[in-house]
């Protein structure tokens, strides 16, 4: 007698695998970035994560000028040492 498998058992199975393969990628991801690399560059999502700022007032100092950035095909990057400048001019003011 040949027993019958559940497709949706064999599915949820797979998104399990594949949930914790994307896990360990963003955790080997993590550990790889240096810390604090003056260099280094980030995004707009890293840039608030990081310094726990909006969207609103990233794009407010941008548009102001005070935020230096790149353009890199779609995406807007920001060099570590731009945003430590900013900050540290902002907080004077």
Partial sequence: MQTV???FELINQ???EIESLIQEIRT???RRLPLNNPHQ???RLDVRQE???SYATIHKLM???D???EKLGRKTLFRRED???CFVKNKKS
């Fill in 51 to 53: 310094y726990k700022l």
């Fill in 63 to 65: 548009r102001l000028g």
């Fill in 41 to 43: 560059r980030l995004t």
């Fill in 14 to 16: 797979r998104f399990d």
């Fill in 5 to 7: 498998i559940n497709p």
């Fill in 28 to 30: 080997e991801r993590v």
């Fill in 83 to 85: 945003l430590e400048a």
């Fill in 67 to 69: 935020l230096p950035y």
